[in-house]
């Protein structure tokens, strides 16, 4: 992968960072979606979407890995994303 597309793929990763890290100093989020339209996030839950904002955006960074151990990085992040969203789930 040439350099140009690795600048590419970190500033789409230093993007998320940004959106994630104003979402957890500020303690809200606001987002749109077609069906629901306009929501907002206030405290907890804006918390929760920073930080799954910047789990995220490790996933561009993967770029900079070698190689050979792409796979295991991607199963690594894989992992920990299911982790973080599922795993509160089982323990409610």
């Not at 500033?11 to 987002?31: D, N, P, Q, Y």
Request: charge should be positive; proline fraction near 3%.
């Amino acid at each position: 992968m040439k350099l140009g597309h690795r600048l590419l793929f970190t500033a789409i990763a230093l993007v998320l960072v940004a959106l994630g890290v104003m979402a957890i100093v500020t303690e809200t989020h606001t987002g749109s979606s077609r069906y629901s339209g306009v929501r907002t996030l206030i405290g907890d839950d804006a918390v929760w979407f920073g930080q799954t904002c910047l789990l995220l955006a490790v996933l561009p960074l993967l770029v900079w890995v070698p190689r050979a151990r792409v796979g295991l990085a991607v199963a690594a992040w894989w992992l920990s994303l299911v982790a973080w969203l599922f795993l509160p789930l089982m323990w409610r």
